[in-house]
C-alpha cells in the first residue's frame, strides 16, 4: 500500500462537545493500536524520508488539520503516551484576530441541535426564508446526493446536500449570511466558542519543540480554494507563510490542502513559494501523483474498518 497520512481533525471529552466525527482520547488510542503502532513514524523522518523519495509501502504518518484546541487538549496526551508525533496543518487568520466562520458554525451545530438532521431541517427551513430560496429550489432539482463527494464513503445523504448548497449553490459571503441569521435567531454566543476553538502561537512553538511538524493550510480556510483565482491562492498561502515561519522561526516546506481543493495553478503557486511535500484529503488517487499530492485516510474510514474488525491495509 502506498505510503499515506491518517487525517484528523476533531475530538470530544467532558470540555469539548461532542460533535459529528469527533473522537475520544480512548477512540484514538484504540484506533492507532488497530492500524499497527509500529508503521507509524516520526513527523520529521517521514518528511525526510519523502523528500528524499525513501518511504516504503504502508509507511504512515499522522497529520491534524485545523489548529483545533481539542486536539492538544485531548489528542496529544495520547500521542505523547505513545511516543508518536504528527504533522499539524494551520490556517492562519484565527492566530491574526479573525474567526474562521466554518468552526463558528460546527461548534453551532454541535452545543444547539440534537442530531445533524435537526440542523440540515432547520438551515432548510432558513433558507426558504431567504431571498436565495427560489434560485436554491430550482439549482437542486436533478442533484443526486450519491454522485456529490462519493470519494468520501462516509457522508451522508443530508451532508451531501448541505455541502452542495454551502459550495456549489450559496458560495461564501451568502452562506454566511444564513448561518448568521440563524445564530442570532438562537442567540449564540460567538465570542465565547472562539475562545475555546483555536491553538495560540505559543502552542505550536511548544509542539515544535516536542518534535512535531506544524505546516500550512491556508489562511483563511476556504472551502473552493482551487476556484480562486491565481493571485487569490498566492495571498492565501504568501499570508500563511508568513505568519508561521515569523512564529516559528523556520522555513515552512509542508502543507495540507483545505477542503481537498486545488488545481495545477495551485501547486505551481506552492512550488515558487518553496513548499516541498503537500497532502490530499482523501485515499482518491492512490500512489501520490507529486510531492504535493500524498494521500490521506480519514480517520471515519479507519474506524469503521475497525468496528467491522477487518484489517487495516
Known amino acids: 500500500m502506498t505510503p499515506h497520512g491518517l487525517m484528523f481533525h476533531h475530538f470530544w471529552d467532558a470540555q469539548h462537545p461532542r460533535g459529528q466525527g469527533a473522537l475520544t482520547a480512548e477512540e484514538l488510542a484504540e484506533l492507532l493500536s488497530f492500524v499497527g503502532l509500529p508503521r507509524i513514524l516520526p513527523a520529521r523522518e517521514w518528511l525526510a524520508r519523502a523528500l528524499e523519495d525513501r518511504l516504503e509501502p504502508g509507511e504512515l504518518c499522522l497529520t491534524f488539520d485545523d489548529a483545533l484546541r ?73 442533484f443526486e446526493p450519491a454522485q456529490y463527494l462519493s470519494e468520501f464513503p462516509f457522508y451522508s445523504d443530508g451532508d451531501r ?48 519543540r516536542e518534535g512535531h511538524v506544524v505546516g500550512a493550510h491556508s489562511y483563511a480556510h476556504p472551502t473552493v480554494l482551487a476556484e480562486l483565482p491565481a493571485e487569490a491562492q498566492r495571498s492565501e498561502y504568501e499570508r500563511n507563510l508568513a505568519h508561521l515561519e515569523r512564529v516559528l522561526d523556520r522555513k515552512v516546506v509542508a502543507m495540507s490542502h483545505p477542503c481537498n481543493s ?31 499530492e500524498y494521500p490521506r485516510e480519514d480517520h471515519a474510514n479507519v474506524l469503521r474498518m475497525m468496528r467491522e474488525q477487518s484489517h487495516y491495509p
Do not use: K
Open 161 to 208: 446536500w448541505f455541502r452542495y448548497v454551502r459550495d456549489r449553490i450559496l458560495g461564501p459571503e451568502r452562506y454566511w449570511a444564513v448561518m448568521d441569521d440563524m445564530l442570532r435567531a438562537h442567540g449564540f454566543d460567538e465570542e465565547e466558542a472562539a475562545r475555546q476553538l483555536w491553538m495560540t502561537d505559543s502552542d505550536l512553538q511548544a509542539l515544535e
Open 70 to 142: 481539542c486536539q492538544l487538549d485531548i489528542a496529544l496526551p495520547v500521542m505523547r503516551q505513545l511516543g508518536l508525533t504528527a504533522f499539524w496543518f494551520v490556517y492562519s487568520s484565527v492566530f491574526e484576530g479573525q474567526r474562521e466562520r466554518l468552526e463558528i458554525y460546527r461548534r453551532f451545530r454541535d452545543t444547539g441541535f440534537a442530531t445533524m438532521d435537526d440542523f440540515y431541517a432547520a438551515f432548510e427551513e432558513t433558507l426558504r426564508a431567504s431571498p436565495v430560496a427560489q434560485e436554491v429550489e430550482a439549482r437542486l432539482r436533478g
Open 262 to 292: 486545488y488545481s495545477d495553478t495551485t501547486l505551481q503557486i506552492l512550488a515558487d513559494l518553496g513548499l516541498r511535500l503537500g497532502f490530499r484529503s482523501n485515499m482518491a488517487m492512490g500512489q501520490a501523483a507529486s510531492p504535493m
